[in-house]
C-alpha cells in the first residue's frame, strides 16, 4: 500500500502564505490520483476544501487554492485567517483504494 | 438534508467482532460510492474501506483487509462494516463518508475501542 506523505506541522502569520504538500511513495503525484484536500477542526468530522486536484466546495474560501507542484499535490493559502488553524489532509486514489495523508497541523500565529 | 448516522460501536475484546451501520437519510445510498474512514485517538484519519455506487465493488486499506468487509442494504438505505479478528491498533473512532466531487457528507463517527 502506498504511503502518503505530509508536513506534520506549518506555522503562517495571518495574512501570510503557505502551501501544503502531499508526497505520494509510487512516485509522482498526477491528476490521475484525484488528490482530495480535508479540513478538520478539533472535536468535528473533517470536510473537502478541494477535490480532483483543483475543484472547491461551494464551503471553500477562495484563499485556498490545489494544484500540482513539483510531483506532489499541493494545498496554497493565500492571505491566512485566525479561523484556518486546523489539520489538513490530503486523500489519493489508487485504482479504487485511497489513501490518506497523515495530516498537517497548521498553525495561525 | 442528508445525514449519515453511525451506529454499533463500543468495547469489544481483542479477537472478537462487531458490526457498524450507517444510516442515510435524504441521499440515495446507490448514488455514490461510499467509504469507511477511521481516527485513533489524537491521531490521523485512515481510509479504511470503499464500496462503488453500483455496489459491486469493494476496496480496503492493507490494514484491514480479509478482516473487515464493507456493504450495503439498499433497501434500508444503510452501509455497513462487518468488523472481525479485532485488534488493539483498530480502536478509532469510525466515520461513514461520502465524497465525491462536489459531495461531502459524514457522519459523526462511533467510537469502537478493542481492550481486555
Known amino acids: 500500500q502506498a504511503v502518503v506523505t505530509q508536513e506534520p506541522s506549518l506555522t503562517v502569520s495571518p495574512g501570510g502564505t503557505v502551501t501544503l504538500t502531499c508526497g505520494s511513495s509510487?512516485?509522482?503525484?498526477?491528476?490521475?490520483?484525484?488528490p482530495y484536500w480535508f479540513q478538520q477542526k478539533p472535536g468535528q468530522a473533517p470536510r473537502t476544501l478541494i477535490y480532483?486536484?483543483?475543484n472547491k466546495q461551494s464551503w471553500t474560501p477562495a484563499r485556498f487554492s490545489g494544484s500540482l507542484l513539483g510531483g506532489k499535490a499541493a494545498l496554497t493559502l493565500s492571505g491566512a485567517q485566525p479561523e484556518d488553524e486546523a489539520d489538513y489532509y490530503c486523500?489519493?486514489?489508487?485504482?479504487?483504494?485511497?489513501?490518506f495523508g497523515g495530516g498537517t497541523k497548521l498553525t495561525v500565529l | 438534508e442528508v445525514h449519515l448516522l453511525e451506529s454499533g460501536g463500543g468495547l469489544v475484546q481483542p479477537g472478537g467482532s462487531l458490526r457498524l451501520s450507517c444510516a442515510i437519510s435524504?441521499?440515495?445510498?446507490?448514488?455514490?460510492?461510499m467509504s469507511w474512514v477511521r481516527q485513533a485517538p489524537g491521531k490521523g484519519l485512515e481510509w479504511v474501506s470503499g464500496?462503488?455506487?453500483?455496489?459491486?465493488?469493494?476496496y480496503y486499506a492493507d490494514s484491514v483487509k480479509g478482516r473487515f468487509t464493507i456493504s450495503r442494504d439498499k433497501s434500508k438505505n444503510t452501509l455497513y462494516l462487518q468488523m472481525t479478528s479485532l485488534r488493539a491498533e483498530d480502536t478509532a473512532v469510525y466515520y461513514c463518508?461520502?465524497?465525491?466531487?462536489?459531495?461531502?457528507?459524514w457522519g459523526q463517527g462511533t467510537l469502537v475501542t478493542v481492550s481486555s
Open positions: 509510487t512516485g509522482t503525484v498526477t491528476s490521475g490520483h484525484y
Open positions: 464500496l462503488s455506487s453500483g455496489g459491486d465493488r469493494t
Open positions: 480532483d486536484t483543483n
Open positions: 435524504g441521499f440515495t445510498s446507490s448514488s455514490s460510492a
Open positions: 463518508a461520502i465524497f465525491f466531487r462536489e459531495l461531502d457528507f
Open positions: 486523500l489519493f486514489y489508487y485504482s479504487g483504494a485511497r489513501v
